[in-house]
């Protein structure tokens, strides 16, 4: 089977990937060797090691040749953005170039019956039957896939470690991992693997306490074990006393402590460890007023500051919900300056569309980063949006994200428009207004999509447990600690210093400005204020008729992405129009819905009428 289709940014590239290579450099001259015939390149390419320079490379171009001059997985870095700047029509010299972030990690939430959590592009590609199960091509188009944007870290296994997947890090399963070990290595890519904390206790120990030196001498064999089979394993992902998963809680030990027996048995082999911060109370009692889930993460970590060893990265979410349509920043990012830290954003579309609604994710990036600013963490990982469609991301436009996913792990300061047009170019040819349609269509997603969604930072008006479509009160009752508290007059949870105080947690000056409605970002107001319905925006509109605005306007802007892909019949191959037509067909529906859906609620609490008369169901 041909997997690397139309839609892979390299189609220069011949889908078979060559097996023979076992490293960075053998794997750049390969590539080279296939991509540059296709490109029709008629000056020779050289390669030229630079010592100690490990990721970093430039490109240098004279009349004779050019030259990749960089580190060992510099290279083979370099040697894709030569092809992907060549078959984009840009130049192909480039300046010295090193990531901002050494670890640029893709964390896969596969199941090993097959399944992903979250998933929204089909099955694993990794595992079948509770096996690693795989098509070598595929996890080497794969390989290739990440490595021409730098990704350079990838965990296979879900963070909720369903069994038998706590048994990847013993002898049933290291041979099978090895083989995927060994097949990644020569795009510069290492395994990261999720752990099960309470993995002693299945093997007899009868306790997975941190402090217990049976427990410590255990991980200690088991990681010398590990790296017998993969000496270049970059560590342990662990998801702890989160979300009834198990951890150090249940020893009344902190996450300090119980980060350190994994920590300290991987140091010796240069490994590190991913400690999520993704931790808070499930079983909240929603007649609780007090208790305010977001500043959970920020309580039980603070504390900590200086404590966990210097392998140890706490893994943050980019808000302190869950990857939310919009939230403000996780105050934890600006805490505990000495701590090594992770930002965690979410590719697959949880919240955003589920790859069918069109979302274009690097605005919001963009964002994150200028609000952090110096903050930003020095290590980067997003949840992977791929399966085994033949499309990868099941959505065709969906792959924008992962393109630019890489760029922006590697610079930071990347232009969401400048990967728009790059990916686009690469994807879809040089048809220039055929890629001005779809750069447009991928720069205003973000804001069509919030548009008809959760207004103005409000969160959590999803259907429960699948998380797509409109339901504005399926949480609200729950123990999972996502309020909205609406009555007759007011909605939002007031977290200002009259309120849950949750506004503390940010510097003096960012909390300053969340703490007054009149300065606080009107995309952030219900997030972080409780407001009257009559409530004046500055635009002079009432809260209610913004929310209202809001969603007719962006149930018509969903219908004219379709309209302006259906634009495009004739000018791209039609399996990929097809595939787009259908799912912003999905779009239009799923906008109207949550258009009647929110504002009928908004209008049944506050009986405040539509101002322009328009169709609301009472």
Same mark, same amino acid.
């Given at each position: ?29 390969? $590539? %080279? ?5 296709? &490109? ?5 390419? +050289?390669?030229? #090691? !630079?010592?100690? *320079? ?121 041979? $099978? %991992? ?5 097949? &990644? ?5 290492? +395994?990261?693997? #999720? !752990?099960?904390? *309470? ?420």
């Amino acid at each position: 089977m041909n997997h690397d289709t139309r839609l892979c940014w390299l189609p220069f590239l011949k889908s078979w990937v060559e097996k023979g290579p076992t490293d960075c450099m053998e794997m750049a001259r390969a $590539e %080279l060797s296939t991509g540059l015939a296709a &490109l029709d390149m008629d000056a020779p390419v +050289l390669i030229q #090691a !630079v010592p100690d *320079a490990d990721e970093g490379y430039e490109i240098l171009t004279t009349n004779e040749n050019i030259t990749i001059r960089g580190g060992k997985r510099g290279v083979l870095y370099g040697a894709y953005a030569l092809m992907m700047r060549l078959a984009a029509g840009f130049s192909p010299e480039t300046p010295w170039t090193e990531p901002a972030c050494p670890l640029r990690m893709l964390n896969h939430w596969d199941n090993m019956d097959g399944s992903i959590e979250r998933g929204y592009a089909g099955g694993s590609f990794f595992f079948r039957d509770h096996h690693l199960k795989y098509d070598e091509q595929r996890i080497l188009q794969y390989g290739r896939l990440l490595a021409s944007v730098g990704i350079n870290v990838v965990s296979i296994n879900n963070v909720n470690v369903h069994s038998p997947a706590g048994l990847l890090i013993t002898q049933t399963y290291l041979p $099978e %991992l090895k083989q995927v070990a060994d097949l &990644l290595r020569p795009f510069g890519i290492r +395994l990261l693997v #999720a !752990v099960d904390y *309470a993995l002693p206790v299945t093997y007899g120990l009868g306790t997975a306490d941190p402090v217990s030196p049976q427990v410590q001498e255990w991980w200690k064999r088991q990681v010398s074990l590990v790296y017998q089979y993969i000496p270049d394993l970059c560590g342990f992902l662990v998801k702890a006393d989160s979300e009834f998963r198990p951890g150090p809680h249940m020893y009344q030990r902190n996450h300090a402590e119980g980060a350190q027996p994994l920590a300290r048995a991987l140091k010796p082999h240069g490994g590190v460890l991913l400690w999520r911060c993704f931790v808070y109370n499930c079983k909240q009692d929603w007649r609780d007023a007090k208790t305010d889930r977001p500043m959970a993460p920020y309580e039980i970590y603070t504390p900590l500051e200086g404590q966990f060893d210097d392998n140890v990265i706490l893994q943050i979410k980019n808000g302190p919900y869950d990857f939310q349509v919009r939230e403000p920043v996780s105050p934890l990012f600006f805490a505990m300056p000495t701590t090594n830290k992770a930002i965690e954003l979410q590719l697959t579309q949880e919240y955003t569309g589920q790859q069918i609604d069109l979302f274009y994710m690097p605005p919001q990036w963009q964002e994150i980063q200028k609000t952090l600013g110096e903050n930003m963490p020095k290590y980067i990982s997003a949840v992977s949006n791929l399966g085994d469609d033949p499309n990868w991301t099941g959505h065709d436009l969906a792959q924008a994200n992962l393109f630019a996913y890489g760029l922006f792990a590697w610079h930071r300061n990347v232009d969401p428009a400048v990967c728009a047009q790059w990916w686009t170019r690469l994807t879809f040819g040089p048809d220039a207004s055929c890629n001005q349609t779809i750069v447009s269509m991928l720069l205003s997603s973000r804001e069509i999509y919030e548009s008809y969604n959760t207004p103005l930072g409000l969160c959590w008006m999803v259907n429960p447990n699948n998380h797509y479509g409109p339901s504005p009160e399926g949480y609200e009752y729950s123990g999972w600690g996502t309020y909205l508290r609406a009555n007759r007059d007011a909605i939002g949870v007031d977290r200002t210093t009259s309120g849950t105080g949750f506004i503390l947690q940010y510097p003096e000056k960012l909390a300053a400005q969340y703490n007054r409605v009149e300065t606080c970002p009107e995309q952030l107001l219900l997030f972080f204020h409780r407001l009257r319905y009559n409530y004046r925006l500055p635009s002079g509109k009432t809260l209610v008729q913004h929310v209202y605005d809001s969603h007719f306007s962006g149930a018509e802007q969903a219908k004219a992405l379709l309209c302006a892909w259906q634009m495009l019949k004739g000018k791209i191959p039609q399996e990929t129009y097809t595939n787009v037509e259908e799912r912003l067909m999905r779009q239009v529906s799923n906008a109207c819905e949550w258009r009647d859906v929110i504002n009928t609620y908004f209008f049944r609490y506050s009986g405040i009428p539509d101002e322009h008369g328009r169709v609301i169901y009472p």
